[in-house]
C-alpha cells in the first residue's frame, strides 16, 4: 500500500481530490491492471494488483476475472469504477476480448451496487492529470514518477490502472 498527502496530489494537479471517497481503476488488458484509491480527509491511499490471463480458454479467463474482481472489491466500500474504455486498432480479436473484459468489470459493479461507473479512455485519463496523452506505457510511465515521485510502482500495467482509479476522485477547481 501506497500512502500520500492529498494535499502533495493537489499542488500538482489540475483538480482537487474528493475526501473520504474510494475509488477503482481497471486496466483492461490480458494483464488487467487494478487499483484501489481510497481517500481520507488528509491522505490518500493505494493498493493495487494485477491479473495476468494467458490462458488460451477465454471462458476461464472470464472466470478468473470475475472471481478476481470480487476478491479485490472484498470489505469495501467503492464509489466508482472507473475501467479503460476499449481501443481498436488493427485486431478483432483483441478488440472482442477488451470490450468483454470491460463488460464484465462494470457487470461486477453493478452486482456490488457500486454506483457509478465510468468508461475512460486512456488518452482521456492522462490527459486529465496532465501527462503525455498518445504516447508509449513506457513514456506515461517515466512522465508519472515525476509527476507522483511517492508512487514507486515499476509495472506499467499497474500505472494506467492508478491513472485511472485517480480519475474517479477528482474534482474541477473552482473558477472563484
Known amino acids: 500500500m501506497i500512502k500520500i498527502p492529498i494535499n502533495t496530489l493537489e499542488s500538482k494537479l489540475p483538480f482537487l481530490i474528493k475526501r473520504n471517497c474510494c475509488s477503482v481503476g481497471v486496466d483492461t488488458a490480458s494483464r488487467t491492471g487494478l487499483c484501489l484509491a481510497k481517500t481520507t480527509d488528509t491522505h490518500i491511499e493505494l493498493e493495487y494488483s494485477f491479473l495476468d490471463m494467458k490462458s488460451k480458454n477465454k471462458y ?5 476475472l470475475i472471481n478476481h474482481m470480487n476478491n479485490f472489491f472484498d470489505g469495501e466500500v467503492v464509489d466508482v469504477v472507473v475501467v479503460e474504455e476499449t481501443f481498436f486498432s ?3 480479436k483483441v478488440f472482442q476480448f477488451l470490450s468483454r473484459i470491460g463488460g464484465m468489470v462494470y457487470t461486477v459493479a453493478h452486482l456490488l ?6 468508461f475512460i479512455s486512456a488518452v482521456a485519463s492522462r490527459k486529465a492529470l496532465g501527462l503525455p496523452c498518445n504516447k508509449k ?13 511517492e508512487v514507486k510502482i515499476k509495472d506499467i500495467d499497474i500505472i494506467d490502472a492508478v491513472i485511472l482509479a485517480l480519475n474517479g476522485l477528482l474534482v474541477p477547481r473552482s473558477l472563484i
Open 137 to 149: 506505457k513506457e513514456v506515461v510511465h517515466k512522465a508519472f514518477h515525476i509527476l507522483v515521485p
Open 60 to 64: 476461464h479467463k472470464y472466470t478468473t
Open 90 to 92: 488493427r485486431n478483432p
Open 113 to 118: 451496487d457500486i454506483k457509478e461507473k465510468l
